[in-house]
């Protein structure tokens, strides 16, 4: 038996994704013809979710994702922290290297969780919260292979973000809404061959206990 839903909830949500895709912002008229709705059941749906402040008029009464999206998406990093973890203990323990989650942040990379090696002389220090553009480092370039469906299962960086350090990162693939790569970072000489295929291991079990 098919399971029922809500058409209105629905439709808002499609309002929360197009308005999210679309940067400089859309009309009522723009976001009915791209919804294919009738205009005044957009009017509602948009006076609905300006009062809980996930829409927002901008000074041209174009419409945009407002701010109380944010507060949405900042309940769900802890839950990816939490779900991450013990697959980046396991990595950063088999690999020797510092291991992290990163999530992409508009145009920056932005380090949600960080597990250190305990066996290791020395070892990068990575904290959490720290920002890159996407376009630097590993991390942020395995990111950016999604956006771009690339076949590559890793991306490798050396120096770009410190001096010295060398990075390897793999995508987070099949989980939707979510742009995030899985890594590591070292001082010392990075084994890719070695190390390449236990990155995008963990990557994969990122998305299966986030799925």
């Known amino acids: 038996m098919a399971t029922e839903t809500s058409q209105t909830l629905d439709r808002g949500l499609q309002v929360l994704r197009v308005l999210a895709e679309a940067q400089s912002g859309l009309t009522i008229t723009e976001l009915a013809t791209r919804l294919a709705v009738n205009r005044t059941v957009v009017y509602r749906l948009v006076a609905t979710l300006e009062q809980h402040a996930l829409v927002r008029r901008d000074s041209h009464a174009r419409l945009h994702v407002g701010l109380g999206v944010l507060h949405l998406a900042s309940a769900v990093q802890p839950v990816l ?3 991450a973890v013990p697959v980046l203990r396991s990595l950063a323990e088999a690999a020797g290297c510092t291991a992290h989650l990163t999530v992409a942040d508009g145009d920056e990379a932005l380090a949600l969780a960080v597990v250190e090696p305990s066996w290791t002389d020395f070892h990068v220090s990575y904290r959490v919260g720290a920002r890159h553009p996407l376009a630097q480092g590993a991390a942020g370039k395995a990111i950016l292979m999604l956006r771009d469906t690339a076949s590559a299962h890793f991306a490798v960086t050396a ?13 987070v693939r099949g989980v939707e809404g979510l742009e995030a790569s899985v890594g590591i970072v070292t001082l010392g000489k990075l084994d890719v061959e070695k190390v390449g295929p236990m990155v995008a291991a963990a990557a994969t079990e990122v998305a299966k206990r986030l799925a």
């Open 81 to 83: 922290r939490e779900m």
């Open 159 to 171: 120096g770009e973000l410190q001096a010295g350090a060398r990075g390897l990162a793999a995508p």
